[in-house]
C-alpha cells in the first residue's frame, strides 16, 4: 500500500447486508415501463442484469456471450450464455429474449425509441437471437446495456398479468424477498447465480428516502 492511500488490502468475504437509500420509490420493476434513472433504477441491475454491459465506455457482453454484425450493421447475432435460468429456474434462453424485444416493440414502452430500429428479432438457436435492423447502426449493441437488456422471465409475466410490475423475475444476483410500498425492497442473495461464488452480499435493502434533508 503506497503512502496516502486509502484502498483496503482485506480481502473480500462472504455475506453482509447492504442498505441503499434512493430518493423515490421504484414504481415499477418491469421492463417495460421502468426508469433507468438513477438510484431509482438502480434494483433492476440487482434483479435482471443486462444483457451487455459497458467497459470503458464501449459495450461488452454480460448476459450474452457475444454480439456480432454480419454485414454492414443492418443484421446482429447474439449468442446469450449456456446454463443461466431465472429465479423461478426457467431457462435463459433466445425464446425468453425474443418475448422480452417483442413486447418493448409492441408497446407502450418507455424504451419505444431504442428498440424502434428493430424491424424483427428472431430466435435461430436455442441460445442465439438474430435482429434486422431497418437501416445500419453500429451502436446498436449499446441499447442492451440499460433497459431493453433487463430480460423478465416471461412464465412469470404471464402468471402475474399487470402485477408483474410488483412481482419480478429475472436472472441478476439477487432476487425478490418482499416489496413494502414506500417503505422498502428486500432483495436476497440468488443461490444460482450464473457467475460462481458472487454475490458475496446476503441481501440488498433499497430505502425509498424522498425528503431531502432526512
Same mark, same amino acid.
Given at each position: 500500500?503506497?503512502?496516502?492511500?486509502?484502498?483496503?488490502?482485506?480481502?473480500?468475504?462472504?455475506?453482509?447486508?447492504?442498505?441503499?437509500? #434512493?430518493?423515490?420509490?421504484?414504481?415499477?420493476?418491469?421492463?417495460?415501463?421502468?426508469?433507468?434513472?438513477? #438510484?431509482?433504477?438502480?434494483?433492476?441491475?440487482?434483479?435482471?442484469?443486462?444483457?451487455?454491459?459497458?467497459?470503458?465506455?464501449?459495450?461488452?457482453?454480460?448476459?450474452?456471450?457475444?454480439?456480432?454484425?454480419?454485414?454492414?450493421?443492418?443484421?446482429?447475432?447474439? #449468442?446469450?450464455?449456456?446454463?443461466?435460468?431465472?429465479?423461478?429456474?426457467?431457462?435463459?434462453?433466445?425464446?425468453?429474449?425474443?418475448?422480452?424485444?417483442? /413486447?418493448?416493440?409492441?408497446?407502450?414502452?418507455?424504451?419505444?425509441?431504442?428498440?424502434?430500429?428493430?424491424?424483427?428479432?428472431?430466435?435461430?438457436?436455442?441460445?442465439?437471437? #438474430?435482429?434486422?435492423?431497418?437501416?445500419?447502426?453500429?451502436?446498436?449493441?449499446?441499447?442492451?446495456?440499460?433497459?431493453?437488456?433487463?430480460?423478465?422471465?416471461?412464465?412469470?409475466?404471464? /402468471?402475474?398479468?399487470?402485477?408483474?410490475?410488483?412481482?419480478?423475475?429475472?436472472?441478476?444476483?439477487?432476487?425478490?424477498?418482499?416489496?413494502?410500498?414506500?417503505?422498502?425492497?428486500?432483495?436476497?442473495?440468488?443461490?444460482?447465480?450464473?457467475?460462481?461464488?458472487?454475490?458475496?452480499?446476503?441481501?440488498?435493502?433499497? /430505502?425509498?428516502?424522498?425528503?431531502?434533508?432526512?
Amino acid at each position: 500500500e503506497t503512502s496516502g492511500s486509502t484502498a483496503s488490502t482485506q480481502p473480500a468475504v462472504q455475506g453482509g447486508t447492504l442498505v441503499y437509500g #434512493t430518493y423515490g420509490e421504484t414504481p415499477t420493476y418491469d421492463p417495460l415501463m421502468t426508469f433507468d434513472a438513477p #438510484t431509482v433504477g438502480t434494483p433492476n441491475y440487482a434483479i435482471y442484469d443486462t444483457l451487455m454491459r459497458l467497459e470503458d465506455g464501449k459495450p461488452v457482453p454480460y448476459l450474452a456471450q457475444s454480439m456480432e454484425t454480419t454485414d454492414d450493421g443492418t443484421t446482429w447475432v447474439m #449468442t446469450l450464455r449456456e446454463g443461466v435460468e431465472f429465479h423461478g429456474g426457467e431457462p435463459f434462453d433466445a425464446a425468453a429474449v425474443v418475448f422480452n424485444i417483442e /413486447r418493448h416493440i409492441e408497446g407502450p414502452s418507455r424504451s419505444a425509441a431504442q428498440v424502434a430500429a428493430i424491424e424483427s428479432v428472431e430466435a435461430t438457436g436455442p441460445l442465439e437471437v #438474430t435482429f434486422t435492423l431497418a437501416t445500419p447502426w453500429a451502436a446498436f449493441p449499446a441499447i442492451f446495456t440499460v433497459t431493453p437488456g433487463f430480460i423478465a422471465s416471461p412464465t412469470a409475466i404471464e /402468471r402475474f398479468g399487470e402485477d408483474y410490475g410488483r412481482n419480478p423475475v429475472g436472472a441478476g444476483p439477487f432476487k425478490v424477498d418482499s416489496l413494502i410500498p414506500d417503505d422498502r425492497t428486500v432483495l436476497v442473495r440468488n443461490e444460482n447465480y450464473w457467475q460462481p461464488g458472487l454475490p458475496l452480499l446476503d441481501s440488498l435493502i433499497f /430505502r425509498p428516502i424522498p425528503d431531502h434533508q432526512v
